[in-house]
């Protein structure tokens, strides 16, 4: 009675601890991919500052210049 018991809560406890590893592997996978679009998005900023002019010699538009005629 009380090996088959021990049994039991050895399951359990192996079960646990497969789904714990899983979760694991998805966490870091997931981490691993989040900092691949980090990079990949500095290099972005980095190049859009790059394109930009220096000065910020575009002048502020209003919105109401880039509605179409027909408003």
Do not use: C, W
Not at 11 to 34: G, M, P, S
Request: charged content about 25%; hydrophobic content about 35%.
């Amino acid at each position: 009675m009380v090996s088959q018991r021990l049994e039991e809560r050895l399951e359990a406890l192996e079960v646990k601890a497969a789904f714990t590893e899983d979760l694991l592997d998805q966490l870091n996978l997931t981490i691993y991919r989040q900092q691949q679009q980090i990079e990949q998005l500095q290099s972005e900023v980095v190049q859009l500052r790059q394109q930009a002019p220096e000065g910020g010699g575009a002048p502020v538009r209003s919105l109401r210049d880039e509605l179409p005629p027909h408003y």
